[in-house]
């Protein structure tokens, strides 16, 4: 009788397929996340056009781009939200009423704006409580709060502009004209006003990851679990009109306290800094933002202060790289 033998691999050979198998994932991971990093990127880009198409759209309908914010009560969000086919949210934002009342917080809970928020963004803590100088405004809210990664920037702070661009002689008044965002607080402004252009103007920018503290690109603190301070939330939700900020450089620890440092080399703040109150993405190597004739465009983080500050004015002298 003829003996046949059981073909079976050794061990040796399975380790070595093992080793094969698990190189080529290695060597797949990275291509992945690439491909994936791209599809967010791209999400993203499209969701500031639809913003920046928006705010153009209603500017051409009322000859004006809305506030920034009016008080505690609402943003440019809510003015936004019908030229984003949204036209039923914005009918019932009670528009008098500040955002953390009545049925403005149930609807600001329970109603998230796909076009505000950017898809390389992780997973957000809920927030359900809203609280004021430490009395509890809302609680137990049924959802989270709805919230957003785009924004406008107020300005530049002053004093910082003058420093930066070389205007140490200009007083404070001159200052704040020269260092005054797109859309500002309490009132509208209008295309005309923009004497460095349009197309040197940025009207919406990343400023992803809020609630939650992020620097270097890494989330290091989360928000305070299920609170809101209301007024010092950074734009915990969309409709916070404490999201509109103010550029500020990033502060260090002195001796006698909080003090503002020296611009370093490069703008590190954007695409990797901090996410309070300055630009901040996700995305490797700058931030994208809408320009006020309608283009979006790519800024490189690595570029000094002088060269990007001016595209957050209205007058400015304008110099940075854009892609």
Same mark, same amino acid.
């Given at each position: 009788?003829? !003996?046949?033998?059981?073909?079976?691999?050794?061990?040796?050979? #399975?380790?070595?397929?093992? #080793?094969?198998?698990?190189?080529?994932? *290695?060597?797949?991971?990275?291509?992945?996340?690439?491909?994936?990093?791209?599809?967010?990127?791209?999400? *993203?880009?499209?969701?500031?056009? @639809?913003?920046?198409?928006? &705010?153009?759209?209603?500017?051409?309908?009322?000859?004006?781009? =809305?506030?920034?914010?009016?008080?505690?009560?609402?943003?440019?969000?809510?003015?936004? &939200?019908?030229?984003?086919? @949204?036209?039923?949210?914005?009918?019932?934002?009670?528009?008098?009423?500040?955002?953390?009342?009545?049925?403005?917080?149930? &609807?600001?809970?329970?109603?998230?704006?796909?076009?505000?928020? *950017? =898809?390389?963004?992780?997973?957000?803590?809920?927030?359900?409580?809203?609280?004021?100088?430490?009395? =509890?405004?809302?609680?137990?809210?049924? @959802?989270?709060?709805?919230?957003?990664?785009?924004?406008?920037?107020?300005?530049?702070?002053? !004093?910082?502009?003058?420093?930066?661009?070389?205007? /140490?002689?200009?007083?404070?008044?001159?200052?704040?004209?020269?260092?005054?965002?797109?859309?500002?607080?309490?009132?509208?402004?209008?295309?005309?006003?923009?004497? %460095?252009?349009?197309?040197?103007?940025?009207?919406?920018?990343?400023?992803?990851?809020? =609630?939650?503290? $992020?620097?270097?690109?890494? !989330?290091?603190?989360?928000?305070?679990?299920?609170?809101?301070?209301?007024?010092?939330?950074?734009?915990?939700?969309?409709?916070?009109?404490?999201? /509109?900020?103010?550029?500020?450089?990033? @502060?260090?620890?002195?001796?006698?306290?909080?003090?503002?440092?020296? /611009?370093?080399?490069?703008?590190?703040?954007?695409?990797? %800094?901090?996410?309070?109150?300055?630009?901040?993405? #996700?995305?490797?190597?700058?931030?994208?933002?809408?320009?006020?004739?309608?283009?979006? !465009?790519?800024?490189?983080?690595?570029?000094?202060?002088?060269?990007?500050? /001016?595209?957050?004015?209205?007058?400015?002298?304008?110099?940075? $790289? &854009?892609?």
């Amino acid at each position: 009788m003829m !003996r046949f033998r059981r073909k079976a691999f050794t061990l040796i050979e #399975l380790v070595i397929v093992c #080793l094969i198998v698990a190189i080529l994932i *290695c060597l797949l991971l990275p291509a992945v996340n690439k491909v994936r990093e791209a599809a967010s990127r791209g999400s *993203c880009a499209n969701n500031l056009r @639809q913003l920046g198409i928006g &705010l153009l759209n209603r500017e051409l309908m009322t000859g004006d781009l =809305p506030p920034a914010r009016i008080g505690n009560i609402r943003n440019w969000h809510h003015d936004l &939200l019908p030229f984003v086919e @949204q036209v039923s949210l914005f009918n019932q934002v009670v528009a008098d009423t500040p955002w953390y009342e009545g049925d403005n917080i149930s &609807l600001v809970a329970r109603v998230n704006v796909k076009s505000f928020v *950017c =898809p390389s963004v992780p997973i957000r803590p809920e927030v359900k409580l809203i609280v004021a100088n430490g009395i =509890p405004l809302q609680s137990g809210l049924m @959802q989270p709060l709805a919230t957003s990664d785009y924004e406008v920037v107020l300005g530049i702070e002053p !004093r910082q502009y003058g420093k930066v661009m070389g205007h /140490p002689q200009l007083n404070q008044k001159a200052l704040e004209r020269l260092s005054r965002g797109a859309l500002v607080a309490d009132r509208t402004t209008r295309l005309a006003e923009f004497l %460095d252009g349009t197309s040197q103007t940025i009207l919406i920018t990343e400023a992803v990851g809020r =609630p939650d503290l $992020y620097q270097k690109n890494q !989330r290091v603190a989360p928000f305070a679990k299920g609170e809101v301070v209301s007024g010092l939330s950074f734009g915990t939700s969309w409709a916070d009109p404490t999201g /509109p900020f103010v550029i500020s450089l990033p @502060q260090v620890e002195s001796h006698g306290g909080v003090v503002q440092r020296d /611009p370093p080399s490069g703008w590190s703040g954007l695409g990797g %800094d901090t996410n309070r109150n300055q630009p901040f993405s #996700l995305h490797a190597g700058g931030f994208q933002a809408t320009f006020a004739d309608g283009s979006l !465009r790519f800024v490189r983080g690595s570029q000094e202060y002088h060269n990007v500050l /001016p595209l957050f004015t209205m007058i400015g002298e304008d110099f940075a $790289y &854009l892609d």
